[in-house]
């Protein structure tokens, strides 16, 4: 069937426990500031894929993937299927996402009829060398024709086991809604904490009988787009009890501690939905591994709808697919400014960094074929596995020679792309507790740009305050990257739920931008780093002045390492040196200045403490919409370059502007460059080609021009 994707961005969406079970898992919540816990392979947050073999158990064909949809109906013979598997094969497809009739209310026996047609394909692709993940959504159930006939909610067990809302409110509708679910149709959201729980595990283990790779459970979350802050549903209820000791709150409100509360526990509910789906897949198929789809990235709408998907970065056989938004369902990114690039860029950087050692599979949007490959571009220099879709339709592609040149491209690369060891030892922190709990916003902050330009049908936002400009947390952090990425600093992402000490061994330096929520935990691992010798650069008007639910500290939770108390004047700056180790303190929030206004005053301010501590390994000389990566495999040193020099501080038609550049390495002591090559899918070959460097002192510079995307290897030796 061609279907429609499955989650849209919130302005369209606006058009735990089993039954009988305790508390959630102890070992989640060590203290209750948040979401603790390490398993052994754990590895530094942001880590790129390649850093620990293990992995959480994940296989390298989910490592090395290059995905792409497969739909087929429901009586398909395999003469039909062949064909579709072959196609998919020759447009370097590894691993075949299927969609079939599962979104839909099914009887016993048409769900266990359907599997043998599962099944069946299954065979074919792995016949084919192919591996297959199944979509299955694991809170939603669509009635066909629903509205005016038989569905789940009215002629099932759906009114009991839904969603509601804090003031009770059922979370169902019906179709035109959002652009999944067909006009006449019902789409009921369940309670994760009510009997569906049984009843979707149930299925799951069945469904890991028919030999699939892994399981797709589709975006695992609270939605909102019918009925907000679910759920409060007496399932639910019991559930908070259990673990809080509380009664749920009655309304949306942020200075209430009980609400802060439920906004955090909802976090840790759907994790361990999900962790319960994966236990339920693997119980049968210990080979199998699960992927849920994430729309939630590093913006504001996670606080809306429970799903963070950061707090599964350690869990292992469990990672995700994330979807990542583009800023047109009808556009693509070809209106873009380029600083919704950057957001793009924090967005797929994010997406590494949380899924820790484990692959991150990620949505790949694009309209047309040369926006398509440009997004691409930054899903393979992010460390993430492309799914390739043509917005707003999951089953097409954008373009099919482009799928196939960019999966050619990234096939011959894998190693490079998913096995090499990043440079990057800035890191940049991301606090899920400071965007929940940080002056709060209605508007989700996913890009920059608000307005629709001329002669576009549609556009991710309508309205100023959904801009990543008017948010003080997020604003501040998208600025930050967006700082990194215009000045080619490599950087990574390090996310907040678990943090440990080893999750920032590596790192020289880091970024906490406008940290104002940690728990002692989150301090204490923060103050080791600086006493052992780190750089930290802290922004912002109340750093960790608050704990990790938003409650206002007595005393703030680093002064030590800030060297001022909550009693003392707020200094404009302060430079304090703690332990072997330095902070440096900014009032201003010098990132979303830059956000809003790319001014050089701000970067240079917030950087220079950067550029101390981490001396470039990599420099680059060119256009500052360059996004830069840098990493190591073996005795080889890559550089990937993505340009997006098309783009300006206003939206305007699409282009590709080839940049001229160079790229200079720092040679280590006793080595010498042996051999250099460029590598781009923008040619009529992936193959590398060598090009020619130059020597002043201790670097090696090679020149190059960049089209859209290019892969630079410089091998010493």
Known sequence: MNRERRFGRRRLLQAGLGVGGAALTANLLPA????????????????????????GGFPDWSRYARLADATFDDDAEAGALKPVIAALKAQH?????????????????????????IKTFTNLAHQSGMRVVMYYPSLELI?????????????????????????????????????????????????????????????????????????????????DGAADWCDASTWAATAFKADTGLDLPTKKDFGNLTFRRFVEWRHRNLHQWQVDIAAAGASVNPDLVTFSETVSMDYQYATLIGLDGAYTRQTP???????????????GMRHATASDWTCLISMYKYARAASGAKPAWAFSYGWKADDASLVMAEVLASGCNAYEVKTPFKSDSADLPMRTRMYGFAEAHEKQLYDATTLADVGVYHSAASRDFVSPSSGNGMYVTTKKPAGVKEWW??????????????????????????????????????????????????????????SDIEAEVLR???????????????PTAYDQLGTARAELALADVLGFRKADPLPVSKENRFGSGVCWYFKALLGHSYLASTDQASVDQLLAPVRAAAPAQVKFTGDRRVHLEASRLGDDTIVQLVNFTGFGDAPAAFKVTPAACSVSLVVPAGKQVKAATVSSPDGPSPAPQPVSWTVSGDEATVALTVTQYSLVTITTG
Not at 320 to 327: A, H, N, P, S
Not at 486 to 491: M, S, T, V
């Open 317 to 331: 056989g469990l990672s995700q697919c994330w979807e990542v938004d583009i800023l047109s369902n009808y556009d």
């Open 461 to 518: 936002a309508d309205e100023a305050e959904e801009s990543c400009t008017r948010q003080q947390w997020l604003g501040e952090f998208r600025g930050t990257v967006k700082a990194l990425v215009f000045e080619h600093i490599p950087f990574t992402t390090v996310t907040s739920p678990g943090l440990t000490a080893a999750d920032l061994t590596g790192y020289r330096a880091l970024l906490l931008p406008n940290l104002q929520a940690v």
């Open 143 to 223: 009635s066909a024709g629903g509205e005016k006939g038989p569905s789940f909610y009215k002629n099932s067990n759906g009114k009991a086991w839904v969603q509601r809302s804090l003031d009770g409110k059922p979370n169902v509708f019906y179709g035109s809604l959002v652009v999944w679910v067909d006009p006449g149709d019902e789409s009921c959201w369940m309670s994760p904490n009510s009997p569906w729980r049984d009843y979707y595990l149930g299925r799951i283990k069945l469904l890991a009988a028919t030999g699939v790779d892994a399981i797709w459970p589709d975006v695992p979350i609270y939605f």
């Open 32 to 55: 209750l500031p948040g979401p603790q816990g390490r398993t052994a392979w754990a590895v530094p947050a942001g880590a790129p894929p390649g850093a620990d073999r293990l992995g």
């Open 528 to 542: 080791g780093f600086v006493s052992g010798g780190g750089t930290v650069v802290i922004t912002g008007p109340a």
């Open 93 to 117: 497809v590894s691993v075949i996402e299927v969609d079939t009739i599962l979104s839909n209310w099914l009887t016993d026996a048409e769900y266990t009829a359907h599997l043998k047609t």
